[in-house]
C-alpha cells in the first residue's frame, strides 16, 4: 500500500506548517506561492493576507455547510482553493469526523475553479492537489533518500477521474464579429481582420491575444461564454448534476485587455466587470471579488457598470484600498482596488471601508447617493453643502473642454515654424509648436480667447497621496492666450474673453476647495470634464481664495480641516 504523502493545501496545523514556523516567523510571511513572480499584466497573483481578508468578509455559517459549492471563475496559483479547503476543512470536522472522507468530500464536491490560462491551471492543481496531473498515481520509483520522485496526487490519485478534477483548462476561444454582426471568415488575413472583434472581450482580431504561434490566447472562458447558458456550460465543464448551483463566487479576475499595441488611443479596455456580471448572473448566494477602484468614477466600458453596482442593495460590505499595494505588495494599480461581499439575501445600505496610508474609514453609506461613488466619508457633507447651493458646474455647462479639446493627440508635435500670420501656437510634447488655423477642428470658438489650462495627468498619477498623505492634484497649469491651443495632453478649463477673468478662473482651479472636489471623483491618472461634476462654474469678474469659498458653502472648522490636511499648496 502506497503511503500517503502530507499535502500542503490540506494540512493547516500538520507538518507542512511545523516545518515552517521553524524557519524564523514563516508562518506569518513566507509562502511558497508568493514566490512564483507575476508572469504578465493579466496574471497578478493574489498574496495569501489578501485573500484571508477576503474569506473573513463571508459569514461564519460558509465553513460548515457541506452542501456548498465553490467557484473561482479565473484561478491563477490556486491560493484561494487552498485556503478555502483548509478552512473548510477544520469547519466540516463535526460532519465529516473521519479526516480521509472530508477532505474528499471537499475537494471532489465544493471547489471548482477555471484556470486563467493553462499554466495557471497547472499551478492551482499542484497547489490544491499537490500534483499538476489530478488523477496521478504514485508510480513507487523512489530517490536514494527515500522521497517519490515523480509525485502524486491526492488520494493518490483516486479521487478524481481525469487530469484536471475540478480546476479546469480553459477551452474557450475568441469570437470575431465586425459591426454588423458578422462572423469573421476563415480566410479572413492582413488589415481586413482589424475590422473584426470579439464580441465577448472586444480585441481585434489582429492582437497579439490571437496570434496562432501563441500558446495562451487569454480568452478567459467564464466571460467568453454567453451568460443565459453559461451555467449548462458550467454544469457539463464539471460533470454536475441537473440542480448543480454555485452558491459562493470567489476570485481575483483578470482586469484589462490590450487592444491597441500601435501606441495611439485607447491602449487597454477593462475586463474585470464582465466577470462580475457574469457570476451575478450565475445567482451565487454570496460573491467576493478584489477588482479596480477606477469604476468608482466610471470611463470606457464602466460606466453602466458603476450604475449597476451603485444601485446593487445586495452589496454588503465594500473594502477599498487608495494604494493597491496594500494588497498587492509591489504591484501599483492606477486608482487602487477594492474587494467587495455581495449577499443575495441581504437588502441595505453597505458598510464601507476606505484604507489610505494605513488608517482605515469605515461608515455605513447608500452607494448611490452620489451619480459617482466618494470614496472620502468625510467629504460626504461638504458636498452636499456645494450642491444645496444648485450653481451650474463646470461639467454640465461646457466649462471643461473634452479630450483633445483642439483635435490634436498628445503625438502631434507640429512645425518648428510659422507658415502664415494667423497660424496657431500649440503647445506639444515637443514644447510650443506652430499649426495652420485651417487644420484646427475643434474648440474653434475658444481659440481666441483667453483660456485657463491644465494638464490631463494628474500629479499623482497613481491616484495616491504623497508622504505627508496629502494631494496636490493638478500638475501642470497654464494660461494660454488668444491663438495659443493645446494637445490632447491638456484640458480647457472655463475660457473668457479678457485676460483679468482668465487668470480668475485660472487661480480659482488652484484653490484648495477646487482641487479637493475635483480629487473626490479621481480614480485614475486621467482627468476629464466628468472630474469636475462638483465644481461651481462662478463669476470670474471677482477674485477667488479659499477663505470667500469656505465662507461662502458655510464650511465648519472641522469641514476645512478635512480639506487643509488633505490638499497640500501649489508654488
Not at 465529516?96 to 492551482?124: C, D, W
Request: aromatic fraction near 10%; charge should be neutral.
Amino acid at each position: 500500500m502506497v503511503e500517503e504523502k502530507k499535502n500542503e493545501a490540506l494540512e493547516a496545523e500538520g507538518e507542512y506548517r511545523t516545518a515552517v514556523e521553524e524557519a524564523y516567523d514563516y508562518v506569518e510571511n513566507f509562502d511558497i506561492l508568493e514566490t512564483i513572480t507575476n508572469v504578465g499584466n493579466d496574471e497578478v497573483f493574489t498574496p495569501r493576507k489578501t485573500v484571508d481578508m477576503m474569506l473573513n468578509s463571508l459569514p461564519e455559517e460558509v465553513w460548515h455547510n457541506p452542501d456548498y459549492k465553490w467557484l473561482n471563475p479565473a484561478t491563477k496559483n490556486g491560493i484561494f482553493e487552498r485556503e478555502i479547503a483548509i478552512r473548510l476543512d477544520k469547519g466540516l470536522e463535526d460532519v465529516f469526523p473521519n479526516v480521509e472522507k472530508r477532505r474528499k468530500h471537499i475537494l471532489q464536491n465544493m471547489i471548482y475553479s477555471i484556470g486563467q490560462t493553462k499554466f495557471t491551471a497547472n499551478v492551482a492543481r499542484r497547489t490544491l492537489y499537490y500534483c499538476s496531473q489530478a488523477n496521478r498515481k504514485c508510480d513507487g520509483i523512489k530517490a536514494n533518500d527515500g522521497h517519490y520522485i515523480n509525485g502524486y496526487a491526492i488520494g493518490n490519485g483516486t479521487w478524481f477521474k481525469d487530469e484536471e478534477g475540478n480546476i479546469k483548462t480553459p477551452c474557450t476561444n475568441h469570437d470575431f464579429e465586425d459591426s454588423s454582426g458578422r462572423k469573421m471568415p476563415l480566410n479572413c488575413t492582413g488589415d481586413k481582420r482589424k475590422k473584426y472583434k470579439c464580441k465577448y472581450c472586444g480585441i481585434t482580431a489582429d492582437s497579439k491575444y490571437n496570434d496562432s504561434y501563441q500558446r495562451e490566447k487569454y480568452a478567459y472562458e467564464f466571460i467568453h461564454i454567453n451568460h443565459l447558458v453559461l451555467l449548462n456550460h458550467l454544469k457539463k465543464r464539471f460533470e454536475g448534476e441537473e440542480n448543480m448551483k454555485f452558491d459562493i463566487i470567489i476570485g481575483n479576475p483578470p482586469y484589462q485587455l490590450q487592444v491597441n499595441e500601435s501606441g495611439k488611443g485607447l491602449g487597454a479596455v477593462p475586463i474585470y466587470q464582465d466577470f462580475v456580471k457574469q457570476a451575478i448572473s450565475l445567482e451565487p448566494k454570496y460573491l467576493v471579488m478584489i477588482i479596480p477602484s477606477r469604476w468608482f468614477s466610471g470611463g470606457v466600458g464602466l460606466d453602466d457598470f458603476r450604475k449597476e453596482m451603485l444601485s446593487d442593495t445586495h452589496i454588503k460590505k465594500l473594502h477599498d484600498f487608495t494604494d493597491s499595494r496594500d494588497c498587492f505588495p509591489g504591484v501599483d494599480i492606477n486608482g487602487g482596488v477594492c474587494y467587495f461581499l455581495r449577499d443575495s439575501t441581504y437588502s441595505g445600505p453597505c458598510e464601507f471601508t476606505n484604507v489610505t496610508s494605513g488608517v482605515e474609514d469605515k461608515k455605513i453609506r447608500t452607494l448611490n447617493e452620489f451619480d459617482i461613488f466618494i470614496r472620502k466619508n468625510d467629504a460626504l457633507s461638504i458636498v452636499k453643502k456645494v450642491l444645496e447651493k444648485k450653481e451650474k458646474k463646470l461639467s454640465a455647462t461646457g466649462g471643461c473642454s473634452p479630450q483633445t479639446p483642439y483635435g490634436f493627440l498628445s503625438t502631434f508635435e507640429g512645425n518648428e515654424k510659422k507658415t502664415k500670420d494667423d497660424d496657431c501656437e500649440i503647445l506639444t510634447s515637443k514644447g510650443w509648436r506652430f499649426v495652420a488655423r485651417k487644420e484646427v477642428i475643434k474648440g474653434i470658438d475658444t481659440i481666441d480667447l483667453f483660456k485657463p489650462m491644465i494638464s490631463k495627468l494628474t500629479c499623482e498619477h497613481a491616484g495616491t497621496p504623497d508622504k505627508s498623505g496629502m494631494y496636490r492634484v493638478l500638475s501642470r497649469t497654464e494660461l494660454l492666450k488668444p491663438s495659443q491651443i493645446c494637445s490632447q495632453s491638456y484640458l480647457i478649463v472655463c475660457p473668457q474673453d479678457t485676460q483679468e477673468k482668465a487668470t480668475n478662473a485660472l487661480n480659482y482651479l488652484k484653490t484648495k476647495f477646487v482641487r479637493f472636489l475635483i480629487q473626490l471623483t479621481l480614480t485614475g491618472m486621467n482627468m476629464s470634464i466628468d472630474n469636475f461634476k462638483f465644481v461651481p462654474w462662478l463669476d470670474f469678474n471677482e477674485t477667488w481664495n479659499d477663505q470667500k469659498l469656505y465662507k461662502r458653502y458655510d464650511l465648519t472648522e472641522k469641514e476645512v480641516q478635512i480639506i487643509e490636511t488633505l490638499i497640500r499648496e501649489m508654488n
